[in-house]
């Protein structure tokens, strides 16, 4: 195969693989492309640069999204300065895709942030009740080993949060991409970028924004104060009300995995215990109202009439209205659920990942 050729093909065939998400990274993309296409060794002259690469993932993304990306990315790039805006304390800058428009579907939020302390990053997030994960990730560069700290949070869009040092606040970091100094922006930066990309009213822009109701935001801020509620041991031996409902929604899980208005019950039946314990249906559904599916609600409504139905003391005519719900069997699998996540001890998944899985399966 003639130098040229061959290296457009491994270009187009590492952005492939890129794009469709088989790799996460150049390297690896680009030695998989080379294998498939050549049989022996490829000089390293005919190896496409990340640069080219990047652009024809770009064109992938143009084919199979279309004007949807161009969308996506200023809802991204708002979204962004929402998160650098409520860190700003911690001197935010955004890099990646977001901020240079190569975005594709799955793209992060790619933020830097400079800490001395991780546990205030997290702190800060938590008073805002922004679910998020740390991770501490091992990577061998020259030699040596160096520990990189990310903060993922699930919002709107994934944003991935890197934490530095504050002595690293004015360091030039490099892209992977292009070996250059990488393109950032500080806040005030970012909103006069955006002021001149789309020539859009920045405040009246975020404050729409901040008057969308993100649901599984709202699920966090009643369902995370629930860890301090407890409950009579006789009925729930298990104790507080948070490892009660994350024990409900991991035997839902278990049944039907692919239903977010059930799934979403079977997390949320009891929040009502932490607004008004004497009447904590009601009140868990007041909570709710306008972010859960009136399928959910539903459940949520009649999930104590399921103990009735099982000891018989139910009256006929009321069991013959749940009946003929076409959620009635759902209903019974809730309130078998709901008598099942009772049991001391037992391993459970967190808060954040059953409300991750909420989140896939709604925006899926």
Same mark, same amino acid.
């Given at each position: 195969?003639?130098?040229?050729?061959?290296?457009?093909?491994?270009?187009?065939?590492?952005?492939?693989?890129?794009?469709?998400?088989?790799?996460?990274?150049?390297?690896?993309?680009?030695?998989?492309?080379?294998?498939?296409?050549?049989?022996?060794?490829?000089?390293?002259?005919?190896?496409?640069t990340?640069?080219?690469?990047?652009?024809?993932?770009?064109?992938?993304?143009?084919?199979?999204?279309?004007?949807?990306?161009?969308?996506?990315?200023l809802?991204?790039?708002?979204?962004?300065?929402?998160?650098?805006?409520?860190?700003?304390?911690?001197?935010?800058?955004?890099?990646?895709?977001?901020?240079?428009?190569?975005?594709?579907?799955?793209?992060?939020?790619?933020?830097?942030?400079?800490?001395?302390?991780?546990?205030?990053?997290?702190?800060?997030?938590?008073?805002?009740?922004?679910p998020?994960?740390v991770?501490?990730?091992?990577?061998?560069?020259?030699?040596?080993?160096?520990?990189?700290?990310?903060?993922?949070?699930?919002?709107?869009?994934?944003?991935e949060?890197?934490?530095?040092?504050?002595?690293?606040?004015?360091?030039?970091?490099?892209?992977?991409i292009?070996g250059?100094?990488?393109?950032?922006?500080?806040?005030?930066?970012?909103?006069?970028?955006?002021?001149?990309?789309?020539?859009?009213?920045?405040?009246?822009?975020?404050?729409?924004?901040?008057?969308?109701?993100?649901?599984?935001?709202? @699920?966090?801020? =009643? !369902? %995370?104060?629930?860890?301090?509620?407890?409950q009579?041991?006789?009925?729930?031996? *298990?104790?507080?009300? $948070?490892?009660?409902?994350?024990?409900?929604?991991?035997?839902?899980?278990?049944?039907l995995?692919?239903?977010?208005?059930?799934?979403?019950?079977?997390?949320?039946?009891?929040?009502?215990?932490?607004?008004?314990?004497?009447?904590?249906?009601?009140?868990?559904?007041?909570?709710l109202e306008?972010?859960?599916?009136?399928?959910?609600?539903?459940?949520?409504?009649?999930?104590?009439?399921?103990?009735?139905?099982?000891?018989?003391?139910?009256?006929?005519?009321?069991?013959?209205?749940?009946?003929?719900?076409?959620? @009635?069997?759902? =209903? !019974? %699998?809730?309130?078998?659920?709901?008598?099942?996540?009772?049991?001391?001890?037992? *391993?459970?998944?967190? $808060?954040?990942?059953?409300?991750?899985?909420?989140?896939?399966?709604?925006?899926?």
């Amino acid at each position: 195969m003639e130098p040229n050729k061959l290296r457009r093909g491994i270009a187009h065939e590492a952005a492939r693989l890129l794009y469709f998400r088989e790799e996460s990274e150049y390297y690896r993309a680009k030695q998989k492309a080379a294998r498939r296409l050549c049989q022996g060794w490829v000089k390293p002259a005919d190896l496409p640069t990340n640069c080219e690469i990047r652009d024809l993932v770009q064109s992938f993304a143009r084919i199979h999204e279309g004007q949807t990306r161009l969308d996506a990315l200023l809802d991204m790039r708002l979204t962004g300065l929402r998160m650098m805006r409520r860190l700003a304390k911690f001197s935010p800058r955004i890099i990646g895709s977001v901020l240079t428009g190569h975005v594709r579907e799955g793209s992060d939020i790619d933020l830097h942030l400079f800490s001395d302390s991780v546990e205030a990053v997290s702190l800060a997030l938590e008073a805002d009740l922004i679910p998020h994960d740390v991770e501490r990730k091992q990577v061998r560069k020259s030699g040596e080993n160096h520990t990189y700290v990310h903060i993922h949070v699930q919002e709107k869009y994934p944003v991935e949060l890197t934490i530095y040092p504050m002595s690293l606040k004015s360091y030039g970091f490099k892209s992977s991409i292009t070996g250059k100094a990488i393109e950032k922006a500080s806040i005030a930066e970012f909103e006069q970028f955006l002021e001149r990309e789309y020539q859009l009213p920045i405040e009246e822009s975020m404050e729409q924004l901040e008057n969308e109701l993100d649901p599984y935001q709202v @699920y966090y801020g =009643l !369902l %995370l104060p629930l860890e301090n509620v407890k409950q009579q041991p006789k009925h729930h031996p *298990e104790g507080d009300v $948070l490892y009660h409902s994350l024990q409900v929604f991991e035997l839902a899980y278990e049944e039907l995995p692919y239903d977010e208005e059930f799934l979403a019950a079977a997390l949320l039946h009891d929040v009502g215990k932490g607004i008004e314990p004497t009447n904590h249906v009601l009140a868990g559904l007041e909570a709710l109202e306008g972010v859960i599916t009136p399928r959910t609600a539903w459940l949520i409504a009649h999930h104590m009439d399921v103990h009735k139905i099982v000891d018989g003391t139910i009256g006929s005519r009321h069991h013959q209205r749940l009946r003929a719900n076409e959620s @009635y069997d759902e =209903l !019974l %699998l809730l309130g078998r659920c709901d008598r099942g996540g009772r049991v001391p001890g037992i *391993e459970t998944r967190r $808060l954040e990942e059953a409300i991750d899985i909420l989140r896939e399966l709604g925006t899926s």
